[in-house]
């Protein structure tokens, strides 16, 4: 199974090489999305990963073990669509294609899975319906 | 040819007769028919649109307190209004901002005046013999003051160019975020549903006419400003640039926030969605053929919005247009719109229930638009 998460980094995890470990030790694919360190030292990670399930709960245990949070990145996406007007402006900019208009209603769709914290979607939107949450 | 008047299709509304189509349904249906069956078949069609709309706001009377104020330097939640009126007149303009935060402004005000929430009202005064209290601090609501009614100098763009940016930085604009080298391309009309051009001579909308306006009955009360009636036009009569406008009218106490949204553009400042419906008699084959109308028949122009003046740099059609991308100089562009297609719908069936429930009758003009009108353009002294 595909699916996005953050892994946040403590300061005495950043310089270990987990992301390695993981490919490595649990057989894990993943793409790194988006990577940053942050001015105190904690470290923020978007990877898609992908293994069987088995394998992601080792993964998940080998992180804990090392003081690595991980969260499903869905969960950093907060939009308040029921007050969507469906007015099209995201599609504008969301080339990740997690927000497309559908092709016969024009209705918004929204994929959090495809979302890949670009943000550009939260200066879109002329109703400020977006946050979305990588290293804060 | 068959000619019906608005009396006559008044009657048939009257009498549950009336035939009333959406403008999306008679240009599907319009397919494979001619403009004299549409004529003969189809009394009424309903056309609509729900965009921001800068050139809107409101006017209100707050009633006089005692002893009564002459209102120089008002503020509705520390938003500025317009007070070089009578004493406890003023208008409210949409794109108005709250100095202190650049995000909220009149749209947001007017939209929650429409929810029934209560706006705090700041006014003073220098004090005159017959007004002479200098300052008032209250809450008030939709209910407690007088009269409350929009009015927007400019409403329901003809037509409106797609903007693109061919430059290196992303710029933010009331057209939204165009992003770097032609990455993105936005156009704001509702195409064939959108009221202007589905009568694109105007021949039965002119001042008086009755609409759908904000969720209630308004008015077109004049032809709004930057009315422009000589653009260029294809070969189906509609002009492939910004052209006519309308100036509306409407009681915002009756109205509702499910068609009046307040927006804020990012870098740009705030603007509110209207949401209008005008519907079209078929008096004549001419006026059928106009709303058979299909999106791919509505042409307008592509413009570069990184640039001075904003030149055209292409043309394209508004079922290209909703198609989610258009090519630019052999480049895939990705679309988008700013208008909401699904409110616009929602509008236009509005409006068709209302008149197939006797709720609603046609009005025939007062009086026609001007002929012929383009604009004058201002100068700096500084300016060559």
Known sequence: MKKKYILSFTQDSVDKPITYDLIKKFDIKINIIKANISADEAGHLLVEMDADRESMERCFKYLENNNVEYVPAEKRIIFDQEQCINCGSCTAVCFAEALTLDQESKELIFSPGKCVFCKLCTKACPLGLFEIHFNE | ?384
């Open chain 2, 1 to 384: 040819m068959s000619a019906k008047t608005i009396q006559e299709i008044n009657e048939k509304i009257k009498s549950g007769k009336s035939v009333v189509l959406t403008a999306e349904e008679v240009s599907e249906i319009g397919k494979d028919k001619t403009a004299a069956e549409i004529a003969k078949q189809v009394d009424i069609v309903t056309t609509a649109t729900f965009g921001p709309m800068c050139s809107s706001g409101v006017f209100m009377n707050f009633g006089h307190s005692d002893p009564p104020i002459r209102m120089q330097e008002v503020s509705l939640n520390n938003v500025p209004a317009y007070a070089g009126l009578a004493a406890v007149d003023v208008y409210l303009g949409a794109t108005e901002t709250d100095p202190e935060n650049p995000r909220y402004g009149g749209a947001h005000v007017i939209q929650e005046l429409i929810e029934g929430k209560a706006v705090h009202l700041k006014a003073k005064s220098t004090g005159t013999d017959c007004y002479p209290r200098k300052s008032v601090e209250t809450s008030i609501t939709k209910d407690s003051i007088n009269e409350l009614y929009m009015y927007n100098p400019r409403n329901a763009y003809q037509n409106y160019p797609v903007a693109t940016n061919t430059t290196e930085r992303t710029i933010y604009t009331y057209m939204g975020n165009l992003l770097p080298n032609m990455s993105n391309a936005t156009y704001s009309t509702s195409g064939e549903l959108s009221p202007l051009l589905n009568d694109p001579a105007m021949e039965t909308i002119g001042i008086g006419t009755k609409i759908f306006l904000g969720g209630t009955v308004g008015f077109v009360s004049w032809q709004g400003t930057q009315f422009h009636t000589t653009k260029p036009k294809n070969e189906f009569g509609i002009p492939v640039e910004n052209a006519a406008t309308l100036a509306l009218i409407g009681n915002l106490k009756e109205m509702s926030s499910e068609f009046i949204q307040a927006a804020y553009y990012e870098q740009y400042g705030v603007s509110i969605f209207i949401g209008l419906g005008i519907p079209i008699p078929i008096v004549n084959d001419e006026i059928a053929r106009a709303v058979m109308i299909r999106n791919e028949q509505i042409e307008t122009t592509i413009c570069d919005y990184g640039t001075n003046g904003h030149p055209s740099i292409g043309k394209t059609n508004y079922k290209e247009l909703q198609s989610g991308s258009i090519e630019i100089d052999g480049k895939k562009v990705r679309t988008a719109p700013m208008s909401s297609l699904p409110k616009a719908r929602k509008i236009a069936n509005t409006l068709k229930q209302w008149i197939d429930n006797n709720q609603f009758t046609l009005s025939k003009p007062v009086q026609s638009f001007p002929k012929n009108t383009s604009l004058n353009s201002l100068s700096d002294e500084g300016d060559k």
